[in-house]
């Protein structure tokens, strides 16, 4: 009846013990992924704080102004250049 007991006793024991590392891997590969989501994450941030700047800075009035006269060859509208259409006229 001992010898039983204590193999019983002794099968549990290695299986908690079996169980007991077998967590704490998956609690070492878990914080691992943790880690790593957190840093793609960080890496996410500072790639939109660049895209933020980037479109505030491509987005500027004086930036667009250059292009259009750079590129379109387009020239600032001035009261000569101008024409008014009234509604009744032909």
Partial sequence: MTG??????????????????????QARRLFIELER???AAR?????????QLDQSTLGKNSRIEAL?????????????????LTAGAK
Avoid at 4 to 25: D, H
Avoid at 43 to 51: E, K, R, T
Wanted: charged content about 15%; overall charge positive.
């Fill in 4 to 25: 039983r007991l204590s193999f019983l006793i002794t099968v549990v024991l290695v299986l908690c013990a079996l169980s007991v590392v077998n967590a704490q891997y």
């Fill in 37 to 39: 989501a957190q840093s």
């Fill in 43 to 51: 890496q996410l941030d500072i790639d939109w704080a660049q895209l």
């Fill in 68 to 84: 259009a006269k750079r590129d379109l060859n387009m020239t600032a509208l001035t009261a000569a250049r101008t024409q008014y």
